[in-house]
């Protein structure tokens, strides 16, 4: 789809939330500033989360009780520092995951996760697939 405003999609992922199972992982794609950290704002109204979310770069992973794990992998260098740390612990707590710049654990990431794209455009849109 194609997102024009940070709200857009907000809403694309509020939608997205509800195909969501427990114990699912998404992989969230996009260079820095694409939206992904806003999608998952989305993704957590949509899951009943009313906290706000809130970037987890320095933290790597904040837990909104145990239904959303939201990690961001930015600062990690691989999958051993990730276990080291017990962030992968959570792929299997039952909760959903859902992990910015999943690239940097490549190597500890479960089986089986679903991935969502988030393409720059312009310096409003969007394009968003998720597969
Ligand atoms: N259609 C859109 N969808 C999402 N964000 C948008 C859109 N248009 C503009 N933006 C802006 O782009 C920025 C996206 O920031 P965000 O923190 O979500 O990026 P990110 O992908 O998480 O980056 P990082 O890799 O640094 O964590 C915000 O400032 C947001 O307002
Ligand atoms: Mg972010």
Not at 21 to 50: H, N, P, Q, S, W
Not at 82 to 92: I, M, P
Not at 99 to 125: F, G, H, Q, Y
Request: glycine share 10%.
């Amino acid at each position: 789809m194609i997102a024009k405003t940070p709200e857009q999609t907000m809403e694309y992922a509020e939608k997205y939330a509800k195909t969501l199972r427990a114990g699912d992982v998404v992989l969230l794609k996009g260079e820095m500033g694409a939206g992904k950290t806003v999608f998952v704002k989305g993704l957590a109204k949509g899951l009943g989360i009313e906290d706000e979310i809130t970037s987890p770069t320095y933290a790597y992973m904040n837990d909104y009780d145990g239904v959303l794990y939201h990690y961001d992998c930015y600062r990690l260098k691989n999958g051993a520092q990730a276990e080291a740390l017990g962030l992968t612990d959570y792929f299997f707590a039952g909760g959903i995951c859902v992990i910015e710049w999943s690239e940097n654990i490549a190597d500890v990431l479960p089986e089986n996760c679903k991935t969502v794209m988030i393409r720059k455009l312009d310096a409003n849109t969007r394009e968003i697939v998720a597969e």
